[in-house]
């Protein structure tokens, strides 16, 4: 019987064993299309290394099908089936979890961490990382990353200065995508740097249970934007930007969109009230 994609990947889902003969194709395709980045240990190359709990966490069987058939290999994405790309995960995983772990380095105390006070604002962050790196997501509801784009020069189009178009001729539109999402996991927890102030001068409530809430959330979002994007698939991150939507929305409903004292809730143009909750 045909073995179809769809019964793979809800397989992976579930938690079901994938058959010895998907290994065995996968390590022998492993051998002729990820080893030279990957190593044949799947310890890494020039590629990241393919084993360990962290890997294994991070890309159940149906997401790493879904990236290896979408972006791999680097150098021609798309090029393998899915059921190469099947193959390829059962490998991966079975062998990433069979692979004999190296002997911990002996490492002295470390010391302690570097210290990185915050340099902007909560406001100079937002519209420096956040505000651009969402609208980036955002884009993919009306423009599949996947378009041609067009000839010349971006960054030197007339109508002056567009910092968002510096790149767009070095990387593709999943490239893009990608990156904006590991921005936004990356970032977040840049809201709570102790010390930073907000827009007014007030601190950030970095302490503040629901600011801790919603900085996750919006780290979890990131992470979420990322694997959707690996799908390369642009319904899927249409489909998500919901998410990063809700996860500005919550925030910006408790610590940042109040009206002055006597003024309409939909007045939201007074500053003085942002980063606390009364």
Request: aromatic share 6%; with cysteine.
């Amino acid at each position: 019987m045909k073995r179809s994609l769809f019964n793979v990947t809800v397989a992976g889902m579930f938690g079901m064993v994938l058959s010895a003969q998907d290994v065995t194709r996968g390590g022998t395709l492993f051998k002729q299309q990820c080893a030279s980045c990957h190593g044949e240990d799947l310890k890494g190359r020039g590629g990241p290394p393919l084993e360990g709990a962290d890997f294994t966490s991070r890309w159940p069987t149906s997401s790493l099908i879904d990236k290896i058939r979408s972006t791999m290999p680097q150098d021609n994405p798309g090029k393998l089936t899915g059921g190469q790309a099947a193959d390829l995960a059962a490998y991966i995983q079975q062998t990433g979890r069979t692979a004999p772990s190296a002997a911990p380095a002996t490492v002295s105390a470390p010391g302690p961490g570097p210290d990185f006070p915050a340099v902007g604002n909560l406001q100079q962050l937002m519209r420096g990382i956040m505000f651009p790196n969402s609208n980036i997501i955002f884009t993919v509801q009306t423009h599949d990353p996947a378009e041609n784009k067009k000839s010349g020069n971006a960054a030197a189009a007339d109508g002056g200065f567009n910092w968002s178009m510096w790149g767009s001729d070095l990387y593709s539109g999943w490239d893009i995508v990608d990156y904006a999402a590991i921005a936004l996991a990356e970032s977040a927890p840049l809201m709570l740097t102790p010390g930073r102030r907000c827009e007014n001068g007030k601190p950030v409530p970095v302490n503040d249970r629901d600011w801790i809430r919603f900085t996750k959330e919006m780290a979890e979002v990131g992470r979420a934007t990322y694997r959707a994007a690996q799908t390369r698939n642009q319904e899927k991150v249409s489909e998500i930007t919901g998410d990063v939507a809700d996860a500005c929305l919550h925030c910006h409903e408790v610590f940042r969109d109040k009206a002055r004292p006597g003024r309409v809730l939909s007045d939201l143009t007074s500053k003085e009230l942002r980063c606390t909750k009364d």
